[in-house]
């Protein structure tokens, strides 16, 4: 039976955030085609990984019997987290965009499961051609065309570091876009606009998770 890496990085919770909530409409039509699959759940927002700095940064090019303890378990938790990439038949990803790029969680997230020869930097990483689903949520609006479109820094630093070149996986992306229309005034002639994108990417993921779960068992 297939497994599902899950992963949200949005600050907030279930209610507040659109990135989480179209990924679990993906993670429901999953479960329920693929009852006998499992799902690795990691939730960056409430319980963040460190981010890779010291002894995690080098940890990999110390001898094991030479760690200290810190060394050990932050070569560990790597490893780990690499594990599940390469363990997982398929990925779910949150990455609302803060700032014009993905949230901080979520690039240390990435920073752990980068190992060069491994997962990057090889012509076969080992979680190559799985499918990647990411549900990339934006306040606003940034798709080609529109007058913020040089601002966008999560599909374009995400498809390098997830497709070719990167982790070979086979990506899409579900964009629900204009999420602050209903909370700022401003914004409050795109209101119909940002439901329909919501609605758009509902129907997306619900689609997307059924195809995947139907098509690894």
């Known amino acids: 039976m297939a497994t599902l890496l899950h992963i949200d990085s949005s600050v907030y919770p279930q209610e507040g955030s659109v990135s989480r909530d179209v990924a679990a409409s993906f993670r429901r039509s999953w479960e329920e085609n693929h009852p006998g699959g499992s799902v690795i759940y990691r939730d960056l927002g409430s319980d963040p990984i460190p981010h890779l700095q ?12 030479q760690r200290t303890p810190e060394q050990a378990a932050a070569f560990e938790l790597r490893e780990q987290l690499t594990r599940e990439l390469e363990q997982a038949d398929a990925l779910l990803i949150g990455a609302p965009m803060y700032n014009y790029t993905i949230p901080s969680t979520l690039k240390a997230w990435l920073d752990h499961v980068i190992v060069m020869g491994r997962t990057y930097g090889t012509e076969s990483p080992s979680a190559a051609g799985k499918p990647a689903t990411v549900v990339a949520s934006r306040g606003g ?77």
């Open 54 to 65: 010291g002894s995690a940064a080098v940890a990999g090019f110390i001898d094991p019997a």
């Open 141 to 217: 609006g940034y798709g080609p065309g529109t007058p913020r479109e040089s601002y966008e820094f999560v599909l374009t630093y995400l498809d390098k570091v997830l497709g070719e070149g990167g982790f070979g996986l086979d990506v899409q992306y579900i964009v629900p876009e204009l999420t602050l229309a209903e909370s700022n005034p401003a914004m409050a002639g795109l209101v119909d606009t940002a439901r329909a994108s919501r609605a758009r990417a509902h129907q997306e993921a619900e689609s997307r998770g059924k195809t995947l779960a139907t098509s690894l068992v």
